[in-house]
């Protein structure tokens, strides 16, 4: 039986990375589709449900993705409410790489430091990968501060990822420098996952910050959005900081997309979202 792979994508037309990292994951086929929302997408769960017979569901699944995390969301959720009783199929979200990248960023940063308890401040948290970095480590016990440019859009983050996990992450506005320094005080973690080519955080308000341990910055595209680092970065030691760059955990994050869509063809009722992509990283971290 051929397994098929459908990515679900809330923009038109619908990337090629997914497609391409399906494929090496073990897809015998990969249908990827463009502009799929909450409304249209009734028609195309159906075809994937009522098609093969029970013990033959697990070779078909649904990958989840696009720039927008509230659509993804809405879309994930229509989905999951379409199946009942053994029409099911294998669903994983990862809208703009969200759950993969933040798992593989926080996955490593975890074997060299435990987050429990630690004060961590996402900068330009608002996108689709500071949400869910921001959900996985309150998920781990750190206390966490979500950052945007504007107040508003830092609470509406921090609104969805609280609901969505039953958390308790705070919003901060840092549309300025002095903004920053004020809300890194007393913070061990900052992770910063603005948009591509943006400096967020210059490396003299971490390099000599007093309590910060760990910085992390998932952007890949010059200039960094940590100075100071490099992209390569894993647990890197500068200033007597561990540094993480989005090519250090860049790796980790296509080995995980990969094992996660392994993961949804061996039964078909397996759901990844935040916590089971980081138990996925985590896994895998382990096994290195
Ligand atoms: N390493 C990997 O494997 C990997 C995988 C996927 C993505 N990425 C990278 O991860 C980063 C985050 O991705 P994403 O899709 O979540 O980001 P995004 O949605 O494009 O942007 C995140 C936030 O950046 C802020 N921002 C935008 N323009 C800004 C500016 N001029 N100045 C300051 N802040 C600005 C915005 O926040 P506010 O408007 O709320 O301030 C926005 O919500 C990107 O750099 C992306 O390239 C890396």
Known sequence: MKKLLFIFDTDTPPNTFDVVVAYDAGADHVTPLGGISAANVAKLVEGVVFTRPPSAKKFTALFITGTNMADGEALFKAVRQQFFGQFRVSVMLDSNGSNTTAAAAIALLGKDLPVAGKRAVILAGTGPVGQRAAAMLAQQGALVTLCSRTHDRAASACEAMNTRFKLAITPAATPELPAVEDVLQGAQIVMTTGAAGIELLPEA????????????????????????????????????????GALGFGGLKLELQRACIAQMFEANDRVFDAPEVLATAQTLVLAR
């Open 205 to 244: 308000l971490w390099s000599t910050h007093p309590t910060l341990e760990a910085v992390l910055d998932s952007n890949a595209t010059p200039p960094l959005g940590i100075a100071g680092i490099e992209m390569q970065d894993r647990g890197t030691l500068r200033h007597g900081k561990r540094c993480y």
